[in-house]
DNA sequence: ATCTCGTTTGCTACCGGTAGCAAAAACTAT
DNA sequence: ATAGTTTTTGCTACCGGTAGCAAACGAGAT
């Protein structure tokens, strides 16, 4: 059976096919009667407005596209969750992107903007920033954020946790427990992504303690890259030199630090090694990891994208403060 | 700057904005010539087709709506990843719909189906199967499919994990390391989900053993909600009636649950009480948890279920089989 | 040079809505 | 009852493509 339209509607009530419409626009002017009259032949008829052609007309898809290349981070799930939820509340939706090997960022982009969605959110993807001045994208029409990562793109606003607040947070909490030898483990090196994070807790150090800090790059953000960087590091270095806190740019990476350094090499954490990962991933606070964390603020970040793409906050980059979460691994 | 359509492109070109569109429709008929003086114009402009107007007049939107109702469950995660990377694959994209106490599965649907998308997946959705057969889903246009879940809706095909198969692979492999006082930990009680997996399990020991089984309600599928359903059966039953193994519906459920006798009841496991979990999620293989568990074929599950959408295989429920991993805590 | 035949191009009508103007209807005031 | 005002309804044009027919074109055969 053929979905039925405005003008199905139309002769059913026995109206024109304008009034029919103006029953399901709010706040149009249209009388009760024929309202009502156009409602009962709406609903006998299952009638409901045909999105697409409304969006054609006003240039308004109500889609948001949310690209995401790290799906090895189980942190990316609350976020989303509490992204789409945000999002329909308003009355928008999420197209969710996977950006991988076969489908980079630039193909995600062009095929959003294809798709004439509203706005591009990149959900802590770990592209470089050079990609987005791609010459392909000229004239983007789709307003862009990053969330949950650093930007240093013009134009393109990036909402994140406070990382020099979060940093000074957990660097005092390290130096009041007594740690003295840091570590840090990173993502990919050649993305700017990692840069806050390394950067803010190097020269903590260096100011702090007048210490250099050790560091430790993982080929991914996820539980995996973290166990092999861990372990590549404790295999080559003898257990005189190692530090004696090793922070993690996020969760995914400390999780497999911990299970490398607990379960592999019998270390005690954290008397031997202790351990700080970032994101407060619903595993850290699980008795068996009992993770040290700092806590991004994810609902009042999605909040300030989506007052952003609303229009309804201005256009620029804000750092949200976050909450230390203190618990066995330190 | 206003994006360019194929009437600008036409203009840039000096031809009719039917052939601009030839030039970007694979297969049709235009002269080599005709087609670069396009390509050229439309590089120049930046023009990409508007795919909402090409939706409006093939009605086929590529887009696909995948409905999850269950971000508590880590496992969700993979499962969108596998999913998405296979619809993009194929052209389709998913749009993400976060079900939850302000956005129900009706109000999902009907959203959906105005957004006229080509078909709805249910993603372990943990609908009750008489929200389906709602009037007001009458004559429902996109095509539904239930992923990794049951399903008993006449025309709604599911693709899930053969839970015959495994069950009795489960089974097998406790009888073997001698375990005779089995518990099982299902979800929310009224929904049909737990159905399979828990009649099986308690078919399979009366069967073999003519033993009864003991069942836990955990109010929902996640982590927390296992860990409370383990306290509170822990507390209210002494240790010599405690069940020896304890197989949960899910490996939410049974992170939730491990967390809860290793820590809070100092128990030993398998030792003292044994774990099983469903689905292989990722942390089951990680040293603090080790959890033997059924794989599900996620891939496969996958696959099927865009083969149907797209016509490529008769639209019928199967079952795919899965894959016993047994881990220390059995 | 003329006639086919097959290819290429342009055209009308349409997908299902929206915007905003103009005509019609209903209401108010005199 | 009539004129003036406001509300309601219908209309044309349009959003940016697609479908499929008809005209124009070009090459080969006569």
Chains 1, 2 share one sequence.
């Not at 024929?34 to 052609?53: F, H, I, T």
């Not at 001045?133 to 393109?156: C, H, T």
């Not at 019998?266 to 850290?284: Q, T, Y």
Request: hydrophobic share 45%; net charge neutral; proline share 4%.
């Amino acid at each position: 059976m053929k979905r039925a339209t405005a003008q199905h509607v139309a002769i059913e009530a026995g109206v024109s096919k304008w009034t029919v419409i103006r029953a399901f626009t709010p706040g149009s002017s249209i009388t009760e009667v024929s309202k009502a009259k156009v409602l009962a032949a709406a609903e006998k008829l299952n009638y409901r407005p045909n999105l697409l052609a409304r969006s054609l007309a006003t240039n308004l898809t109500h889609q948001v596209a949310v690209l995401v290349d790290d799906f090895g981070n189980p942190h990316k799930l609350p976020f989303l969750e509490t992204l789409t939820a945000a999002l329909q509340a308003k009355g928008l939706v999420a197209i969710l992107v996977n950006i991988n090997d076969h489908y980079n960022h630039i193909h995600a982009i062009l095929n959003a903007e294809q798709r004439q969605v509203d706005a591009i959110i990149l959900l802590g993807t770990a592209f470089r920033d050079e990609t987005l001045n791609d010459r392909k994208l000229g004239g983007g029409s789709a307003p862009m954020f990053v969330l949950a990562r650093d930007s240093q793109i013009e134009g393109v606003p990036a909402v994140s946790c406070d990382t020099d607040v979060a940093i000074a947070e957990i660097g005092k909490h390290l130096l009041e427990r007594g740690y003295h030898r840091p570590g840090f483990m990173c993502g990919p090196r050649t993305l700017s992504t990692a840069l806050g994070r390394r950067r803010n807790f190097k020269e903590f150090w260096r100011r702090e303690r007048d210490t250099d800090l050790l560091e430790i790059a993982a080929d991914r953000y996820s539980v995996d890259a973290g166990a092999e960087a861990a372990r590549r590091y404790l295999e080559k270095t003898p257990a005189t030199d190692r530090v004696d806190v090793l922070m993690c740019e996020n969760d995914a990476l400390a999780f497999g630090a911990l299970d490398v350094i607990r379960s592999e090499f019998k270390l005690r954490v954290p008397e031997d090694i202790a351990v700080v990962g970032f994101d407060n991933a619903a595993f850290a606070a699980s008795p068996s990891y009992g993770l040290t964390t700092y806590e991004q603020p994810v609902s009042e970040m999605v909040d300030a994208v989506i007052a952003m793409l609303l229009g309804q906050r201005e256009k620029i980059t804000v750092n949200i403060r976050g909450r230390l979460v203190v618990r066995a691994s330190t």
